[in-house]
């Protein structure tokens, strides 16, 4: 298998890639088809070199096909294989109805009839394909199901059947892959929503296609992670000074919520800003001082004479609903230099929509629906729609946070955040996440790279925290391995 491209596609694009590879550079249909067969079962016995009874479980079309071709290699190999097929091999057509009939000469293959065989220790799912636009149903959905509850490993091939390959939406449900060979593009829907989740660990084989297959396409997203963008933190000039790495604002904390401006305020320090001011809650200013010496903290009073002095404003961690909060936002949103929108200042913009082209906002789905005016399942349901519709809306650049966080900024493409882990569903991340935005952001990132640089470098803070696990991770876990990745040199 090859390095993950970082060119995101949706399935009608991939299609089109196969098509021009067929039709236009002269690859026999068949002979793709078993390549991706091929290097599905390289993929496989790399992974499982121990197991020996296969359970292929093969749909109509192509992604079918793929299927027969790893069931003969694997029949080939010696191993114990069985094809349930879920689509009439006698209706297949084309290059799918080749590969079958070959199979089929001399292999096991019965209709799944709701059970899986016993015998099998190995599960590839060549059920759906990336043309799926509707919920699984029927003896599919008895499949995916069962596929699900027994236990055993699965490989999707191409893309786990019920996920949708453009949004990374279940549709009505979804086979849990444990590895998922993908071709010729990476699908989109992979990365983000519940792809990461259903898709497990995704590989890619490019199945020798003429690199002039890809001319003009123009990807829909592109894949980003912390080591792809690294180098975006040079180290820093011998005769540096704090005035040259710019000073950061922090408004929020209300009572009982102090915690999350503090801990933006640590982030964009740990970030490398020059300066890093608070504006919060009088009663909280002793003990920021006390847990944080290096901030300079003050009351709500001291904010028009700061907006003068600061270079980015970070607004909303622990901002609350009340009217305190009213009135930050609104003096807040006076300010000329650049923004940092997150919390509770999302959900003032909701009710009071503006637009501006220098700030980023840092939405969780539920937040989005919010902005949107729509639910938080219609934001899931195709994320790549809402942030297009949130960026035209709202301007500046967006953030989309949730599994394969996605950045859009003044032009396309999408970048879909790769880094992270399921420790992170936990209180106080957003919050460190604006701090580190605004960190980036004051020492002269544009604020489109310093939400997608922000986005994967405290994404992989998370993944180096959670060495000891992920249950119990912490947002201030992040802070200590944040500051090593910031200075990789």
Known sequence: MAELPRELYRPDQVAELDRRAIEDYGTPGIELMERAGAAAY???????????????????????????????????????????????????????????????????????????????????????????????????????????????????????????????????????????????????????????????????????????????????????????????????????????????????????????????????????????????????????????????????????????????????PGLGQGEWGDGLFRDALAFQGRLVLDADALNRLAKEPVQRDDWVLTPHPGEAARLLGGSTAEVQADRFAAIAELRARFGGTILLKGAGTLVLGESPPIGVCTDGNPGMASGGMGDVLSGVIGGLMAQGMTPADSALAGACVHAAAADCAAVDGERGLLATDLLEPLRGLLNPL
């Open 42 to 316: 390289r993929a496989l016995r790399t992974a499982w070199p121990d197991r020996q009874c296969l359970c292929v479980l093969c749909g109509g079309g192509n992604n079918g096909g793929d299927g027969y071709v790893i069931a003969e290699l694997a029949r080939r190999d010696g191993l114990w294989v069985d094809v349930l097929y879920l689509s009439d091999p006698e209706r297949l057509r084309g290059d799918a109805a080749t590969v079958a009939a070959r199979y089929r000469a001399q292999g096991r293959n019965s209709a799944f009839a709701g059970e899986l065989p016993p015998e099998c220790d190995l599960i590839v799912d060549a059920m759906l394909g990336t043309g799926l636009q509707r919920p699984v149903e029927g003896r599919y959905r008895e499949a995916v199901d069962a596929v699900n509850a027994c236990g055993l490993p699965v490989l999707a091939v191409d893309i786990p059947s019920g996920l949708h390959g453009g949004t990374g939406a279940v549709l009505g449900a979804a086979v849990r892959a444990d590895i998922t060979p993908t071709f010729i593009g990476l699908k989109a829907g992979l990365f983000t929503g519940a792809g990461p989740q259903v898709s497990g660990r995704v590989l890619f084989a490019g199945l020798e296609v003429p690199a002039a297959v890809y001319e003009g396409m123009v990807p829909v997203a592109w894949r980003a992670d912390y080591a792809g963008l690294r180098h975006r933190f040079p180290r820093r000039e011998r005769a540096a000074h704090k005035g040259r790495y710019g000073h950061v604002l922090v408004v929020g904390g209300d009572n009982g919520m102090g915690g999350a401006a503090l801990m933006a305020a640590h982030a964009a320090a740990r970030s490398g800003a020059g300066l890093v001011s608070v504006v919060t809650r009088s009663a909280h200013v002793p003990g920021f001082l006390a847990a944080r010496p290096e901030l300079m903290v003050h009351d709500p009073d001291a904010l028009p004479g700061l907006l003068d002095r600061v270079d980015v404003l970070v607004l909303g």
